[in-house]
C-alpha cells in the first residue's frame, strides 16, 4: 500500500511558478513508477507527466511540453512537479498517482493504482 500527499499548490499569476509536491509513505517508493494528472471544473481527469522509477525516464502531455519538469528525490521518498510559464488552462486540482511497478511512464488514469487527494492551483490572468 502506497499513501501519498500533495502539496504545494495556490494562487499565481500567468507567466509564474510554481512547485507542487507528492509526499509517499507505505510501501518503498523506489518500486514505483509515478504521475501527475489534473482535472479542472467540468472535465475528464488529464495526464500531465509521469515518471520511471530511477527518474530516468520522463514523458509529458503536449501541453505542458517546455514548461513543466517532474522529477523524483527516493531518499525522500518525495516525487515533484515544477511548473514554469503557467497559464489560465493550467487551472486545476493536481493529484499524483503511483503505480505498483517500477518501469513504464503511461498516461491512462486506470494504470495507476494509488492516489493522492489533489492540491488546487490557480493561474490568474
Known amino acids: 500500500q502506497v499513501q501519498l500527499v500533495e502539496s504545494g499548490g495556490g494562487l499565481v499569476q500567468a507567466g509564474g511558478s510554481l512547485r507542487v509536491s507528492c509526499a509517499a509513505s507505505?510501501?518503498?517508493?523506489?518500486?514505483?513508477?509515478m504521475g501527475w494528472f489534473r482535472q479542472a471544473p467540468g472535465k475528464e481527469r488529464e495526464f500531465v507527466a509521469a515518471?520511471?522509477?530511477?527518474?530516468?525516464?520522463?514523458y509529458y502531455a503536449d501541453s505542458v511540453k517546455g514548461r513543466f519538469t517532474i522529477s523524483r528525490d527516493n531518499a525522500k521518498n518525495t516525487m515533484y512537479l515544477q511548473m514554469n510559464s503557467l497559464k489560465p488552462e493550467d487551472t486545476a486540482v493536481y493529484y499524483c498517482?503511483?503505480?505498483?511497478?517500477?518501469?513504464?511512464?503511461?498516461?491512462?488514469?486506470?494504470?495507476?493504482?494509488?492516489w493522492g487527494q489533489g492540491t488546487q492551483v490557480t493561474v490568474s490572468s
Open positions: 515518471i520511471n522509477w530511477s527518474g530516468g525516464s520522463t
Open positions: 498517482a503511483a503505480r505498483r511497478v517500477r518501469f513504464g511512464v503511461v498516461v491512462t488514469p486506470m494504470s495507476y493504482d494509488y
Open positions: 507505505g510501501r518503498t517508493f523506489s518500486s514505483n513508477a
